[in-house]
Nanobody
Framework: QVQLVESGGGSVQAGGSLRLACTAPGRIFSRANMGWFRQAPGKEREFVGSISRSGGTTYYAESVKGRFTISRDKDKNTVYLQMNSLKPEDTAVYYC?????????????????????WGQGTQVTVSS
């Protein structure tokens, strides 16, 4: 079973920063578009952002645009979510997700059903 592993969550004050990382021991991400989602208590899981296989195309939810940045390091087989200017409403469990693609695909993939493999999530708490 594919296991994605997120790390880097924690508690910060509003205005602070965190960087989340996602990797999969024994698995190569090079043929996958990767996404980040989050889920707050009592709410549905929502799209945060995504990055194409090449890393050249990214998409972001309007609520995080300009504050969050997704990147990937192929040598380290890791995808990152840099979160700056954090707000209390960013508090949630953050998940990384993988969408295998046969060919390079730069289209927007922003729904849970677009992705086939998920991590266990990492908690991010932002206090005011």
């Amino acid at each position: 079973q594919v296991q994605l592993v997120e790390s880097g969550g924690g508690s910060v004050q509003a205005g602070g920063s965190l960087r989340l990382a996602c990797t999969a021991p024994g698995r190569i991400f090079s043929r996958a578009n990767m996404g980040w989602f989050r889920q707050a208590p009592g709410k549905e899981r929502e799209f945060v952002g995504s990055i194409s296989r090449s890393g050249g195309t990214t998409y972001y939810a309007e609520s995080v645009k300009g504050r969050f940045t997704i990147s990937r390091d192929k040598d380290k087989n890791t995808v990152y979510l840099q979160m700056n200017s954090l707000k209390p409403e960013d508090t949630a469990v953050y998940y990384c997700a993988e969408k295998q693609t046969i060919l390079s695909d730069n289209r927007y993939f922003g729904t849970v059903s677009d992705y086939s493999h998920w991590g266990q999530g990492t908690q991010v708490t932002v206090s005011s």
